[in-house]
């Protein structure tokens, strides 16, 4: 680098040095010639810009591994049923899982405090003002959990079916909610979200009827956005179709740990 | 609104790999967004406006370039640019499960000088 006017491109990445039409103040004298229209340089990075979350996660699926843990992270907009969902999994898995839940929340512990009734470890995050969790709320959140002989971790993200898409938690399944009061065209709307998905549940299948749900249609656009994700129809209301879906999950549980 | 957040430590590792090259002003800064992100480029540009004030990015303009859904069609061995965020193969019509691009949120490069 040219030790006078800092015109080489000795540092960073530099792939390529582009002309540009202004002048500059350029009165100092030193011995060699160059071109003096060339001062922009461009640096490569090529940084991936969530990647502290994404180290992060990998640093609690580790975890999860090393422990044996399988983790769900469950998203859908708010008032979907997800706290009713996760309640109701841990009453019908009774023994088979030892559960415990994460719930994020921009603020109150309603949703601890309702969870904390089914038995189950419950630790509330507040995010205050953010939208959605991230890796390191979740690896601070573990502290206050005794993870012993722990088989299935429930991760309750904060309502919402933009933001928390973007963010990895260290799961091994998103759970994606999508009630029939919503529509039917959710999947198409939000399709970061839901092409992110492991598994989508339709949820509060009891009021199918009074929403004129078209089920059909609903599945459709489910599978064009995320052909791969296990579907299930359920009410954690009346228990229909909470079966198929328990014996998922514990299915899931022991194939992760098998691994 | 994770935007703002996700513009701000974009930002940050902007000027910070200013002030280890010793870069004085930045000029560009560009990024990729995929379809898939969960990133809406307008957000971020609105946020970048904001954030930028006050730093050696100040006169930076922030180039986004959107990155299309790509998917691998196993039927047809082919990959497949998608038109919007659709996983239809274009050929035999059958959606895709394998995504090969579209989720990326990624700081390419970025223009500086050091006058």
Redesign the interface.
Known sequence: MCED???GLS??VP?SV?AHSHD?VHDHDHPHPHEHAA????????????E?NDRLAERNRGFFQARGMFVINVLSSPGSGKTTLVAETIRRLGSRLKTAVIVGDLATDNDARRLRETGAPVVQINTGT???LEAGMIARALKQLDTTGLELLIIENVGNL??P??YDLGEHLRVVLHSVTEGEDKPLKY???F??AGAVIISKLDLDRACDFNREAALANI???A??AAIFELSAKTGAGMAPWCDYLTHQAKSSREL | ??EF??MQ??LH??LS?AT????ARI?QIR?RVGV????VPDSLQFAFDTLKTGTAAEGAVLTIEEVPARFWCAACQREFVSPD????CPDCHK???E?RGG?E???????????
């Open positions: 006017c800092g015109c540092v960073g792939v582009s500059h001062e922009h340089q461009t640096i490569e990075l090529r940084h991936a810009i969530l502290k953010v939208c959605h933009v933001c898409a973007s399709p970061p979200m092409h992110s599978r064009r956005i052909p791969n | 609104m994770h957040s996700i430590s974009a590792q902007v790999e280890k090259t010793g870069a000029h990024l898939l992100s969960g990133v965020f659709f996983a239809e959606p895709s499960g995504l989720r949120l990624e700081l390419s490069s970025m223009e500086v000088d050091h006058v």
